[in-house]
């Protein structure tokens, strides 16, 4: 069984109010896409949006930075209310640094990479993370094709985490649908980003029930 965080992204936001009831009555998360047009190409929204989710959120905000220098907003997304905080691993000069400094501020820290990094390259991390943002599209945009080499990936990265005993959990993003879910799942990912999957079901909450 996986846990299911929307992705807020492709939410209706004349109706965020709505959206947010459905994720607090069936989903586990609130995965909130940040993008600064900087480090992706697109700019999505930030914190007043945030603050508006949080103050009726009933689950945990799962925060995705897809910024440059993460590092100088960490306090700002604590305090915005997150819990979970995830950035990309070529964003940053110092992995660990910003990994500890999520700590600091009592959220959950990960660090996200995209389709085209290899999964070797966040060994030496895994002892701080919490768990690993594992892009199944290249992060930017919402609704894009699921790119079907993640399945290999997630098998190789839980295989070190197992290897090592770790706690770490994998998270997928991008893609991800009723059609997948339960492949994603075999496959060693705990738990599963869906925006536009979920929003544009005709019974959002039976897809993610049957994502689950
Ligand atoms: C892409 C974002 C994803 C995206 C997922 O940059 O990180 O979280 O919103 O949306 P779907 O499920 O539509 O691919
Ligand atoms: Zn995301």
């Known amino acids: 069984m996986a846990q299911v965080s ?4 492709s939410a209706d936001f004349l109706h965020l109010d709505r959206d947010v009831r459905m994720v607090n009555a069936y989903a586990d998360m609130f995965h ?5 047009g900087t480090f992706v190409p697109n700019i999505s929204y930030g914190f007043p949006v945030v603050e508006a989710i ?3 959120a009933e689950k945990p905000l799962d ?3 897809m910024i440059v220098r993460p590092e100088k ?4 997304f604590a305090k915005a209310g997150s819990s979970l905080l995830s950035f990309h691993l070529n964003a940053t000069d110092d992995p660990d640094a910003v990994l500890s400094q999520i700590h600091d501020h009592g959220m959950k820290a990960g660090i996200a990479i995209n389709p085209d990094i290899p999964v ?8 701080g993370c919490d768990f690993i943002l594992l892009m199944s599209v290249f992060a930017g945009f919402g609704g894009q094709k699921f790119i079907e080499d993640t399945y290999g990936r997630i098998r190789e990265l839980k295989a070190e985490i197992v290897r090592k005993g770790l706690p770490c959990l994998i998270e997928v993003d991008g893609g991800v649908s009723e059609k997948n879910a339960s492949e994603l799942n075999a496959a060693g990912a705990d738990i599963l980003v869906s925006g536009s999957a ?3 079901a005709i019974d ?3 897809a993610i029930s049957s994502m689950r």
């Open 73 to 76: 907003y960490v306090e700002r």
């Open 6 to 9: 929307v992705s807020m992204l």
């Open 204 to 206: 959002p909450a039976s």
């Open 120 to 127: 070797e390259r966040l060994f030496p991390y895994l002892d």
């Open 54 to 56: 949080a103050s009726i």
């Open 198 to 200: 979920v929003f544009k």
């Open 63 to 65: 925060t995705h930075l």
């Open 32 to 36: 909130l896409d940040i993008m600064d």
